[in-house]
């Protein structure tokens, strides 16, 4: 037998629309109430006043004394009653004498009968009302003595129905039901139209439905490794998790704060704060390389920008590394070419019997390799740093550039401090060489000079590269380390440019040194780095 469905809760939108359309039915009804009351009060105090003003009025009339005196009070008064009573807008007025015995009445067959209600507080000389069931029904009246010449001659009774009063009340609780249907449909159309807004907003998902949603977006912000920001229309951070915390460096009151507050670098900060798209662009900040993805939010208009971080520092070193490499391989291989062809050269002088012309061609070509690795290691007795400069070395001659070691280099072993990295000196150095051959090449007399040393005091290691390239502007002197400046085309996709000399500022800042850019003697550019020779190196430094 297959269960019934239960029903699925309303959304929350349904929800707060039912409580919201009870809530204001309730508060129409009770002021609907409350002014019922408080009109049929009003009506029977404003009858109360009329009332005692009609007969007050009449009891203080000189021609209803005057009639009082006659044989027959009932000729002259009756037919002033009457127009009284259509005058004044009430529903009897009775003249009696001070016994009760009418002298007037709407209807002539009651006329000589005793009033029906009380007369005793009138006959004392105090007028009085009630509400009393008489010969015409229930009615409120007023009961007020007849003076003349300080003697009770009559009383007089002026009333109203209690069904007129009824019915004037009934008037104005037509109206008022129709202000409240009025306020009642109009507080339901409001109602609705918020609460259609509200379920567009929550999807049509109840109140467990978003808290859970909630819990798994919570979840899912801490456990993701990437760093996520989100940022609200005016560039405010409204979320960020932890990843993309430890990758920006953000305190606790990053929640809030605009995105140029931050103190990120300016690239990163105008990439933030784009309104377009940015697929896998690479940012430097002061210790990490990351590639960021941007994605506005829209939905008619713009809401805000979802970021997201990835940590690369590791990857772009060990691909600085591989490019290393793999120059080192291609020099490698021209090496081998050109042996070849010196060895082909060989033979063919053997061949031809030139034995010793043979043998001096290769002493020549030894000695000149070996002299260049002698005078290589000599002035640089550093294993990294000389390996380095000998595959750069060939790496450059095999791209029409000479490298060449100043002879002002010194720099022996054991020199550079457990905090220089074999990895951190080729970002350095071996970025400051290849954009310097990529500088002077194509030139005439392209030169590359290379130039490292500790100083006098022994406190900082000192490493110059110049070429003979056509130099930097002094007007861009500060903009050739930041990320994307580049006076070479850009490569493949737009990327690849503009990143090494930002490497390399970015490891001198982590190392606490310092890197500028001069204009040569000869022309071309000098950039120098120092960084210091010390076991500790400082968090901070400036570039």
Do not use: C
């Amino acid at each position: 037998m297959r269960s019934p469905a239960l029903p699925l809760p309303r959304s929350l939108a349904g929800q707060l629309f039912a409580m919201q359309a009870v809530l204001i039915a309730v508060v129409v009804a009770g002021y609907a109430l409350f002014t019922y009351v408080s009109d049929r009060r009003q009506a029977e105090d404003a009858a109360v006043r009329q009332v005692r003003a009609v007969a007050r009025t009449i009891a203080d009339a000189p021609s209803v004394r005057a009639a009082i005196r006659t044989p027959d009070p009932t000729a002259d008064l009756e037919p002033y009653a009457l127009r009284v009573t259509r005058d004044a807008d009430v529903d009897f007025v009775t003249i009696m004498n001070p016994d009760g015995i009418r002298w007037t009445h709407p209807h002539t067959g009651e006329i000589g009968k005793r009033f029906l209600g009380r007369i005793a507080p009138a006959r004392q000389g105090r007028t009085f009302t009630e509400t009393y069931t008489g010969t015409l029904g229930p009615s409120v009246r007023a009961v007020t003595p007849v003076r003349d010449g300080g003697r009770i001659v009559g009383l007089v009774s002026a009333g109203i129905k209690v069904e007129a009063i009824s019915a004037r009340v009934q008037d104005q609780v037509t109206a008022l039901l129709a202000v409240a249907g009025a306020a009642l449909l109009l507080g339901a159309v409001g109602t609705y139209v918020v609460n259609a807004r509200l379920r567009r907003h929550t999807h049509g998902m109840n109140a467990a439905e978003l808290s859970r949603m909630h819990d798994y977006h919570q979840a899912a912000l801490h456990a993701v490794r990437e760093g996520l920001l989100m940022l609200d229309g005016l560039g405010r951070v409204a979320l960020a998790n932890d990843g993309g915390r430890e990758l920006l460096d953000l305190g606790e009151d990053a929640v809030g704060r605009s995105v140029a507050e931050l103190g990120l670098p300016g690239p990163l900060t105008g990439a933030l704060l784009s309104r377009e798209s940015r697929v896998d662009e690479v940012h430097l900040t002061a210790s990490r390389v990351l590639v960021l993805n941007t994605s506005p939010v829209s939905g008619g208009e713009r809401r805000g920008t979802v970021v997201t971080l990835r940590d690369v520092t590791e990857l772009q070193s060990l691909m600085g590394e591989l490019d290393s490499e793999r120059g080192f391989s291609q020099a490698l291989r021209a090496q081998a070419h050109e042996a070849a062809n010196r060895l082909h050269t060989v033979v063919s002088l053997i061949e031809l019997g030139r034995a010793e012309e043979a043998v001096d061609f290769a002493t020549a070509e030894l000695e000149l390799a070996q002299a260049l690795t002698d005078r290589v290691v000599a002035a640089v007795g550093e294993p990294v740093l000389a390996a380095l400069l000998l595959g750069k070395t060939a790496q450059a001659n095999e791209r029409g550039v000479e490298l060449v070691v100043s002879p002002d280099s010194r720099l022996d072993d054991g020199v550079l401090p457990p905090g220089l990295t074999a990895r951190d000196l080729v970002t350095v150095l071996g970025n400051l060489i290849d954009n310097a051959v990529d500088a002077a090449q194509g030139g005439p007399g392209a030169r590359v000079t290379v130039t490292a040393y500790a100083s006098a005091d022994a406190h900082s290691l000192v490493l110059k590269v110049s070429d003979t390239g056509p130099g930097v502007d002094p007007a861009h002197a500060g903009l050739v380390f930041q990320r994307g400046w580049s006076t070479k085309p850009a490569g493949p996709g737009g990327r690849g440019r503009g990143l090494g000399l930002a490497l390399v500022r970015q490891a001198v800042t982590r190392l606490g040194g310092t890197l500028t850019v001069t204009e040569g003697e000869e022309g071309g550019a000098v950039f120098e780095v120092r960084l210091p020779l010390r076991a500790e190196v400082p968090a901070g430094g400036s570039a």
